[in-house]
């Protein structure tokens, strides 16, 4: 019984639907003639603006003053100190490996004149150890010069025991203080 | 020994007013020494030199009439000075105000003599401070406790400041009268000290006081050395980046440099006519040799030709002979030249690290710093026997001697080691090892040499 009104209802929906739709259609208009054209592709791409992409390029240290080239030298392990036994100047297979990595820096930036600090700890005498600081600045700087770079590229200095990276009384600290530094002093005629 | 001595005081106090303490001395009078104040009847019998000191009372100095406030310090300072020169000198055992206090003395003079001899004195020294227009007066008496006769009397006259200068003058005068060898209360001393945060050479009195720089350079200043003339000293400076070798004159101040080419100039020494000079100087491949030249620079002559280190040269008294350091069998050890580099002979053979040789002023013994063990030791070896015994054992690392111009005193300095660093400070001691002093406190202070005496 039910179901008979439902039918009921949804066939005169569907009446009424067919009425309804059925009217715009009394009059057809002609069809306007369309025109085509067709697009060419655009020859260039339109740039559409978005915010600026900002690439971080490091400036180079080795272009800046001399502090900053110091700096950079040894925290890129481009330039190290080289170390020595107690008493000696002889260089050491590391030591010798040290300096080749420093003459490939002194090759690269041929601009930069280089210091080469002779340094001692101070179990030494301080008037022998100044002997003795400019044997080890000269012992790299002789390396340096087998491995090709001009000895005009460097001077030599020794502190003796006058300027110790440390100064605490143990091994530890001393063998840090018997080396040969390398100082970025300046530029070439600069 | 009147004349004498009085022409000795008053060239000493000459000379110094006018070279030694430059800006203090020009600007003050010289002393006159006065008259003596009575002759000496009774010489002081000549075997006591042999004994080690004559004992001498020296009760606390006499204040004559009223003292104003700058009179009254100047005593204070006059009469510590005087305490400190007669019982330094070696030749004294000097008893003291608290030494004699146990006395209940009389006034009365033969019987305060009595009191002082039941102390064993030999001596008693009576001093009496007064002022007179602004100026101090010291009159001071030395009598002979046996005879209880004045051997030695003197009168000083001077503005307060110049107190010190003072009892230096009369503790030399007093010296040279009973050990027959001139005291030292006069000379001076020069050092090295970081005190202002950069190493520069200092100055100070024999007695330690009056510390005072003689350079300014802000860098490094080490390696004073006088010229036995004592107008000058030689130094080492980085003031131009790598150490050179440069003269102060004491009495302007002036700075000259001396040698300047080269990487490294160190170590000078003069000859003993103070027209030469040896010092270290780096050829080639930054091997050092012994070089001398003239005092202006000129006239550089290498004297070695080693492969090892060759540093630390000292010039002998005689002007002969070359004192230095070389490695040139391994480790540092100290050598003995003729002055033209020829007839090379070693000196230490014990201790695996010798430096720093200074001559004794009769060209006998050498003092140097030796390392047998873990530190320096100050050691002395006799140039002839080659014999050589240690004066230091230990007690930090003890480095940098030299002597007295009288032989009997070196100094030397001390390195003590903390967990945080190290702290060096100046000391002398007898030439035979005894009777130990330090002299600075200040920051770190090193190399010390004495001046020749003042005459």
């Not at chain 1, 600045?137 to 340096?144: C, D, E, G, M, T």
């Not at chain 1, 000895?151 to 006058?162: K, N, R």
């Not at chain 2, 209880?148 to 009168?155: E, N, P």
């Not at chain 2, 202002?196 to 200043?221: C, N, V, W, Y």
Request: net charge neutral; glycine share 10%.
């Amino acid at each position: 019984m039910r179901r008979k009104s439902l039918v009921t209802v949804w066939v005169g929906v569907l009446a009424m639907s067919v009425l309804f739709l059925g009217c715009p259609k009394k009059k057809p208009a002609p069809a306007p003639e369309m025109e085509v054209v067709e697009l060419q592709p655009p020859r260039e791409e339109i740039v559409v603006p978005t915010p600026p992409v900002v690439v971080e390029v490091a400036p180079d240290p080795f272009s800046e003053d001399i502090e900053t080239a110091n700096i950079a030298a040894y925290e890129q392990g481009l330039l190290g100190d080289v170390y020595f036994d107690f008493d000696r100047y002889e260089l050491k297979p590391e030591a010798r490996e040290r300096l080749a990595k420093n003459a490939d820096f002194m090759r690269a930036h041929p601009e930069f004149e280089i210091l080469m600090e002779g340094h001692c700890d101070e179990r030494g005498t301080a008037e022998y150890n100044l002997a003795l600081g400019d044997r080890r600045a000269n012992a790299a700087k002789n390396y340096l010069v087998s491995l090709g770079i001009p000895a005009g590229a460097s001077q030599t200095v020794s502190f003796g025991e006058e300027r110790p990276q440390c100064t605490e009384a143990t091994e530890a600290c001393w063998w840090r203080n018997r080396r040969a530094h390398f100082v970025i002093r300046g530029r070439q005629g600069g | 020994m009147t004349r004498a001595s009085k022409t000795t005081v008053l060239f000493a106090l000459t000379f110094l007013a006018f070279w030694l303490v430059p800006g203090i001395g020009r600007s003050q009078q010289s002393i006159p020494a006065d008259e003596q104040l009575s002759d000496p009847e009774v010489n002081v019998v000549l075997e006591g030199r042999q004994r080690s000191r004559f004992r001498m009372a020296m009760p606390a100095l006499g204040r004559d009439g009223a003292l104003g406030p700058q009179v009254r310090s100047a005593a204070e300072v006059l009469e510590e000075t005087l305490r400190a020169d007669l019982d330094q000198s070696g030749v004294f055992d000097v008893q003291g105000p608290t030494q004699l206090s146990a006395l209940t003395l009389t006034g009365v003079e033969a019987r305060d003599f009595e009191l002082y001899r039941s102390l064993r004195n030999e001596l008693l020294l009576r001093a009496t401070v007064k002022q007179e227009q602004g100026r101090l007066i010291l009159e001071g008496r030395v009598f002979d406790l046996g005879s209880g006769k004045v051997v030695l009397g003197k009168r000083y006259r001077g503005d307060p400041s110049i107190a010190r200068r003072i009892a230096h003058t009369f503790a030399d005068e007093i010296i040279v009268y009973f050990s027959g060898r001139q005291g030292l209360a006069l000379t001076s001393i020069a050092f090295v000290s970081d005190r202002s945060g950069f190493k520069e050479i200092f100055l100070m009195g024999s007695d330690g006081a009056d510390q005072r720089p003689i350079t300014a350079h802000k860098s490094i200043s080490m390696s004073p050395e006088w010229n036995p003339n004592g107008r000058e000293i030689a130094y080492i400076s980085y003031y131009s980046g790598t150490p050179n070798i440069y003269l102060v004159d004491l009495s302007s101040g002036r700075k000259t440099p001396v040698i300047t080419t080269g990487s490294l100039n160190i170590s000078p020494s003069f000859s003993p006519d103070g027209k030469r000079m040896a010092f270290a100087r780096s050829i080639g491949d930054g091997n050092s040799e012994i070089f001398i030249c003239n005092r202006d620079g000129s006239g550089l002559q290498q004297l070695t030709h080693s492969s090892g280190i060759d540093a630390n040269p000292a010039w002998s008294p005689s002007g002969r002979e070359i004192a230095f350091t070389s490695s040139r069998t391994g480790s540092p050890q100290i050598y003995i030249m003729d002055a033209e580099g020829t007839n090379l002979r070693r000196v230490a053979f014990e201790g695996n690290y010798n430096d720093g040789a200074a001559w004794s002023p009769d060209g006998t013994r050498l003092v140097y710093a030796s390392r047998r063990t873990g530190d320096f030791d100050i050691a002395v070896a006799d140039v002839v026997t080659l014999e050589s015994k240690l004066l230091t054992h230990g007690g930090g690392s003890n480095e940098t001697p030299s002597f007295s111009p009288d032989g009997r005193r070196i100094l030397y300095s001390t390195k003590r080691r903390g967990a945080s660093g190290s702290n060096t400070q100046i000391f002398v001691m007898d030439a035979t090892g005894g009777n130990r002093k330090q002299l600075t406190t200040e920051g770190n202070n090193t190399s010390p040499v004495w001046s020749g005496f003042k005459e």
